[in-house]
């Protein structure tokens, strides 16, 4: 059936929101990837994927847990010739594509290259190492590791771990053993069916004598038979919100041994004597953490637009509403309303988006200077001040982004109205997929106290005038705490206002910490009792420099048509997020009551600002339809004709009914009589009534 | 294996916790549920769907869309004896529990009895009513109906809804039709498989004229082979983000024609020959979306205790990190951030709770009175006026209450850590089937414009001296707008804060709409441009709303240990909400920024004085094992032991594994050599080279 289109359809009305940009589309792409190069290799490898048959996207919302789970194994087998040939660099640009448009597969991808390989390269010797490249990790011919951390009773707490690994020095092995339920390992990505060694962390035993958690490389599967290895024994942890695709198992081990050199001895070494050599400090795993943070905010960005990209696409050709009889309705798009759903947090995701390139370079940077680092540097207080400072704002950034993502993924849901909970219109995977972004890797809530921990460290030093880390260098700054607005509302009037009520809150918690020591406390507790200080602190702090580096790019940026364009996008997150967060603004006298209405009415403007430009904006995030894969946010616009041919293909019509003659039949054909009536009963007592006066009438007529 | 368990167990942990609480859990209960009827009654309730196998629960994670729908049926058919003998206050009891329980098929049974019935009790005369009733619309014997209202692309605006239903004079019938793709009816729950009729909103044509939407009860399939019937085309919608147990479908009408006598003909009549008559009053329908909108409060309140019942008892048992060496770790629930993480939503919650007890009291007095209400009855526009404000603060109840839930399911989620991302804690089925809440019967964006829009008419009312309708009638005191704290923080001070912050930026949204219209705006357009101060007006108007409405609940209490308590709860409910909207409040000048800090302060302090009595309190929310369905929230503690169970019990080893001959063997054996290895060319190169030297060599020993 050839249907008639409304007039202008779908697709004219998209067409006419891409006319005329009054920037270059391709040149703003180019500033929001970093580079040419990067939007270049971004491409190429969306086409990669669109092609592969393994990659399918359109069918995943109908595929069952187990074919989920098959499909990431293909995927799995596509990837090795990347990993093995790519430099590190394009490789991990193709990663960060994978985890857009398929996080199920880049978390079974990411256990084994990210983790288990992790694991090996930051707790092995170089020999050691070398030994399980050669064995195949890279190749995965030989082994496909998986990461055996959590316990079923403890995750954030990994010194709290109960698995044991007790040194045997007549068989020269460890015991790895699982002594309670609670111990289990729980959560082990691959390990349900799909690898054949683990990196195990476990408490170290010697003599008797406990050394703290460490990692133990431990075979789970016969390479040839995939049988369970004696004393292994693994379940599948079955369904979750998101990311069936990764087969996630628990683990328990009944005296497993395993040789002592598969312990990682880069840090702490046993002997063949039970020696034990620990290192004389503590183990430096700041990069480690920073560096997988670093991704998580790039990829709140990436997720967030990818959502983003549905959204503002279909409440452009949506139409909803006319404001006169016989006209056309409005684009949804249009209401004041919808833009300030949807514009804001467009404007979150490209500022998250430049603060995550900003930090990848930092990283890069920090990296480079602790690898060519010498222990006696004169600059190796700076460079650890630095790293410290950065890895506890990295903390806040991972915890206020992730939630800023999931946060976009449902707002855009709810702002397609009743198709956004269709499971093809991919809100519901997406938001399934990130959810857990704001647990792994450090819970959220714990995170951010992480990060006031700091910052109340910070302020510490800033009054005892110690010179701060970039980061948080505007708490040196004396006239800060009782700034005020000029009014302007610029971008510096902005990035003041920040600073200025950063500081507030800070030394709000440090004070409140500071007051609970005098009274006795100790310092753990002093802490925890002002953790909603804390917080706050970290979440007022952690906007504040997300705008502060989408600033710093913006301005360094050519003088051009796309800049200003980026000037109005940080005008508006900074705007928008003090209107959002308004009380501590007048709570410290940054702004007045006055000029916060001002605030509102500029974010109302700004909003309407940047609709004028939406589309072009979003098509310069640069996401094929294959990544977003939602017909509501077709590049063309044929949202309607998408989404039912979709719906089509996903559900066809059975050719017999699978219940009618079970379940429905019985219940049409039944006869009333079928039921027992109470009006059965009723009519009873009718009967009786009448009997009565039957009785009663006789009764009298014999008097 | 038999694991020994580490000291104290969850058990005994949850054992203590429930030691000598400081009031009676079955009053407190009873409070909460409205009456002690109310409460024995949901008892009975939950003990028979625990034990029908149509309702169990603990398998539905694992189900397949098909499966659920197919259990589905199951359920219908064992309700329909209730619905047909039980009185309709004992069932909308009923259906309440149902809903927390089994939102997909409450979904189901809603459509036949909700909306089908619904659609036929208000828009059908008595007489066709009767033969709807006849032919077995209750018993379902004979009458499966859905209700076709939404199509793909018209949701919120049903005036705009294109399928026609042309009168044909000739044959006496109205030829229903769908003129394009965009006007395929969409969303239809029951169509894609179970219904035989439906109610069909389509626009009226009766001799070229337009009518507007009006309902015709069509038939979708035969009643005994269940084929469609002609010109009927019906497919299936497929997965959703949840409720995946109802069958939602697209239904496209070719040219069907149904008997002019099933239109439904209460309000609009078309004689025989076509003759139009019209109502003289456009349709009343406030009555009808109250009562949608208030059982949506409750069940906001009772999926928000559902989750909260959750999280509460695993922080309660869950441990984390020890205060010292070899001391046993802490609870998660004594930690401040965690208290403040759950207690001001269970605080929420019961706010939610009392709020929707007391609107179905008014709502159920307003029936009556519109029922028994005459024409010229004097007290006629009071009970309207009352009507309308009651409708109006209940769309802004609607939408805030849905998204508090929704938020609390994922706060109750996070806070349970990574457990709460595997799909046995419940909370992802429970997030996935409560989000619809936030779109259908009303998106809650829209329906907060709505609340706002009817604010500002009631400040235009306010300062032209009227009396106001109760819900608003704080508009109506000249001092309210700049009322300042007594400092009391108390209850009543706490209700003049949100009544006087209310005020003023309801007092903003209506001026911002004033002073549109008089630079010449239509009514229209001035509305929208004000659209986010009416949201922000909506907003706090409804939260103030709902703390007043629980506060009246407990201050008509008896004064004992359960008021004591409901006192402290309503105060934590009313803070936390200052706290969370500080900048209105120091906007207005109700608080200063010293009482904001004893605002924040006050929180933490009532957070840890609801953390004392939590378990007890959660307890009195009475929701068993069986409808919460999550082992970390087990009743007994044995959070460990149960989640354990469920997902062994629903992941059994399968005998062989599914995939590992046809992928990961092929991985694993490959060797090295299998791939092309960029290797070789570097080898061709450093043989080339060295066939150079030699070439080389060989010259120069020749010279």
New interface residues.
């Given amino acids: 059936?050839a249907?008639?289109?409304?007039k202008p359809t779908t697709m004219e009305t998209l067409a006419m929101e891409r006319a005329n940009p009054p920037f270059n589309i391709r040149k703003l792409s180019i500033a929001m990837h970093g580079s040419e190069k990067a939007l270049v290799l971004k491409e190429k490898f969306m086409a990669e994927i669109a092609r592969h048959p393994a990659f399918k996207l359109s069918d995943i919302?109908?595929l069952?847990k187990?074919e989920l789970r098959?499909r990431t194994?293909?995927k799995?087998?596509s990837m090795?010739?990347f990993v093995?040939?790519e430099s590190l660099e394009t490789f991990s640009l193709r990663m960060q594509l994978i985890g857009i448009a398929d996080p199920s597969f880049w978390t079974r991808f990411g256990v084994a290259y990210g983790l288990f390989l992790g694991a090996l390269r930051s707790g092995a010797t170089p020999n050691q190492l070398s030994y399980w490249i050669d064995k195949?990790v890279l190749?995965?011919?030989?082994v496909?590791g998986c990461f055996a951390m959590?316990e079923?009773?403890?995750?954030?707490?990994v010194a709290?771990l109960e698995t044991t690994a007790t040194f045997d020095r007549d068989s020269d092995t460890f015991v790895i053993h699982t002594?309670?339920?609670?111990a289990?390992k729980?959560?082990i990505g691959g390990a349900a069916?799909?690898a054949?060694h683990a990196a195990v962390f476990a408490q170290m035993i010697v003599d008797g004598k406990k050394y703290g958690v460490k990692t133990f490389v431990t075979q789970l599967r016969d390479?040839k038979t995939?049988q369970l290895l004696p004393g292994v024994t693994i379940?599948?942890?079955?369904?979750?919100?998101?990311r069936d695709g990764i087969d996630n198992g628990?683990i328990?081990f009944?005296y497993v041994r395993v040789p002592r050199a598969h312990m990682l001895m880069k840090h702490t070494q046993v002997s063949r004597d039970g020696l034990v050599t620990e290192p004389p400090l503590a183990q430096l795993t700041y990069g480690a953490l920073l560096g997988g943070r670093t991704s998580m905010v790039a990829d709140s960005s990436n997720s967030a637009k990818k959502a983003l990209t549905v959204a503002v696409r279909y409440a452009a050709v949506?139409?909803?509403?006319?404001?006169g009889k016989n006209e056309i309705?409005t684009q949804l798009l249009d209401?004041?309303?919808h833009q300030?759903?949807l514009m804001p947090l467009v404007a979150q995701a490209v500022a998250m988006g430049f603060t995550g390139l900003r930090l990848q370079v930092m990283y890069e940077q920090m990296t480079q200077a602790l690898d060519t680092m010498e222990p006696n540097d004169p600059n190796l207080n700076d460079i650890l001040d630095k790293l410290k400072e950065t890895h506890a704002t990295s903390a806040g950034l991972k915890a206020f982004c992730t939630w800023a993502c999931?946060d976009t993924i449902?707002k855009c849901?709810?702002s397609c109205?009743?198709h956004?909970?269709?499971?093809?219109s991919n809100?519901?995977l997406m938001?399934?997929d990130f959810?857990?972004q704001?647990?792994?890797e450090g819970?959220?809530?714990i995170l951010s106290?992480q990060a006031g921990r700091s910052l109340v460290g910070a302020w510490g030093g800033a009054i005892k005038g110690k010179k701060l880390a970039p980061g948080v260098a505007y708490l040196n700054d004396p006239a800060i705490l009782t700034a005020k607005s000029d009014s302007s509302l610029s971008l510096s009037d902005i990035q003041r206002a920040w600073q200025c009520v950063a500081a507030n809150v800070i030394k709000?918690a440090a004070e409140e910490y500071v007051s609970h020591l005098k009274s006795g406390k100790s310092k753990?507790?002093a802490m925890?009792?002002c953790?909603?200080?804390r917080?706050i602190a970290a979440k007022v702090h952690t906007v504040g420099y997300i705008f502060r580096l989408f600033r710093e790019a913006v301005e360094e940026m050519d003088d051009n048509e796309e800049t200003k364009l980026l000037k109005t996008v940080a005008r508006l997150y900074g705007l928008w997020q003090i209107e959002e967060?308004?009380?501590y603004?007048?709570?410290?006298g940054y702004f007045t009551?006055q000029q916060?209405?001002k605030v509102?009415d500029y974010?109302?403007k700004l909003c309407a600002e940047v609709r004028g430009v939406a589309i072009p904006l979003i098509d310069s995030f640069a996401l094929s339809d294959h990544i977003i894969n939602s017909p509501l946010g077709k590049w063309d616009g044929s949202v309607?004709?998408s989404?039912?041919a979709q719906?089509?293909a996903?559900?066809p019509?059975p050719k017999e009914?699978?219940?009618?003659n079970r379940?429905?039949?019985?219940?049409?054909?039944?006869?009333?009589e079928d039921?027992e009536d109470?009006g059965e009963a009723m009519a009873l007592e009718e009967e009786l009534k009448e009997l009565e006066e039957e009785r009663k009438e006789a009764a009298s007529s014999k008097k």
């Fill in positions: 059936m249907f008639p289109r409304p919302h109908d069952s187990d098959e194994m293909e799995f087998a090795v010739y093995t040939t195949g190749g995965l011919n030989g496909i959590t079923l009773a403890h995750g954030s707490n709290g002594p309670h339920l609670g289990t729980w959560w069916s799909t054949t390479t995939f379940g599948d942890i079955g369904k979750k919100m998101g628990y328990q009944t949506r139409r909803q509403f006319s404001s309705e209401y004041p309303i300030r759903r999931l449902d849901r709810q109205g009743g956004g909970y269709s499971a093809y809100f519901p938001y399934a959810a857990v704001c647990t792994w819970d959220n809530t106290l709000k753990d507790q925890e009792i953790s909603q200080s917080f967060q308004q009380g603004f007048l709570k410290y009551a916060i209405d509102q974010v109302d309607y004709e989404y039912f719906v089509q996903a559900n019509t009914h699978p219940y009618f379940l429905i039949k019985p219940l049409l054909d039944r006869q009333n039921m109470p």
